[in-house]
Structures are given as structure tokens and as C-alpha cells.
């Protein structure tokens, strides 16, 4: 038997690995291009900024109180989990750094918050925010005790952005304390 067109084998095999080269190539690229967004993101650090600092300096305002108050904080980080207690007594000096940053970063938050209080940073996040479905990770903190003078029952995560605000603003006692 006699082939009409005895090129086209070869053709197509070619024209077949150069097109599955492609693929290929576009594939990875896409992966490259595309998979790091598909990754869960890591803890961020807190980053403490001087620019707040010097802003709350120029206006006049003096440093918070330093708060009075006893907490239990239970933390689970991603499969690890670890309890410690918080007691601030109002004595700037021999509290825990945990305390007053807590303090200024209370006091922060009620500058520029309707519902933020100085008194109570834990306070739950608002029935009505409108916050984003994104998780930011895993963590889960309970929280219990007295805080100036008020009973503390709270639990946070970082399931939404609301939820993760708020875990940002606790980091002082989210965080492992010294």
C-alpha cells in the first residue's frame, strides 16, 4: 500500500510536542504567577510605628493610665497551645510591658472608633460592620477575666477582616508574653 502524504507523521509529531511545550510552559507559568496567592498567609509581625508615636506626641496627649486588671488568655497557634495570665496592678514600673501597651493600644482605638473604649478593648465587634470573608489564619484566643473593673468573656479569631482587626489590637495579649 502506497501513503499519499508521507510528511504528515513527521508533522504532526512535531507540531504535536511543540503545542504540548506550550501547555506546558503556560501552565507553569500560571502556577508561578498565581499559586503564591493560593497559599495561606503566615502570621504578620506586629510593626510598631514612630510616625504614631511622634503624631500622639505634637498633639498633647500624655500616656494612658496604666490599666488594672487579671486576665486567663488561652491561645491555640496553629496546632500549638499555650495558656498565661496577665495581672496589671496600676503600677507602670513593676506591670508586665504586655499592660500598658495594651493601655495605649485601647486608647488608640477609642480615638478613632464610635464604639472603641479605653476601658475595654476587647469589646466584640459591631452587629452591623461589614467586614470581608478572608481568613488571615488559624489562631484562636479565649480571653477571660476583669479589666478595669469589668468582667472579660471573649473569644477571637482571625476568620474575617473585622475578626482580624480586632486580633491586632489584642496582640499585646494574644502574643506569648514575656
Request: aromatic share 4%; net charge negative; with cysteine.
Amino acid at each position: 500500500m502506497v501513503k499519499l502524504n508521507p510528511r504528515r507523521g513527521v508533522l504532526g509529531s512535531v507540531g504535536t510536542a511543540i503545542l504540548g511545550t506550550l501547555c506546558l510552559g503556560g501552565a507553569l507559568s500560571y502556577g508561578i504567577a498565581v499559586g503564591g496567592s493560593l497559599m495561606a498567609p503566615g502570621p504578620e509581625a506586629a510593626v510598631e510605628s514612630s510616625v504614631d508615636n511622634t503624631v500622639s506626641e505634637q498633639a498633647g496627649s500624655s500616656s494612658p493610665e496604666p490599666p488594672v486588671g487579671d486576665l486567663r488568655i488561652q491561645v491555640v497557634d496553629q496546632g500549638r497551645a499555650y495558656v498565661q495570665n496577665l495581672t496589671c496592678g496600676g503600677d507602670s514600673g513593676a506591670d508586665p510591658a504586655a499592660c500598658s501597651e495594651i493601655a495605649r493600644v485601647a486608647a488608640e482605638w477609642a480615638e478613632g472608633s464610635s464604639v472603641g473604649s479605653a476601658d475595654n478593648p476587647f469589646a466584640e465587634v459591631a452587629a452591623d460592620a461589614v467586614c470581608t470573608d478572608r481568613s488571615y489564619g488559624p489562631q484562636e484566643a479565649v480571653i477571660t477575666g476583669t479589666w478595669q473593673g469589668q468582667e472579660i468573656e471573649t473569644e477571637v479569631d482571625r476568620s474575617d477582616s473585622c475578626q482580624e482587626a480586632r486580633w491586632q489590637r489584642l496582640r499585646p495579649v494574644t502574643a506569648p508574653l514575656d
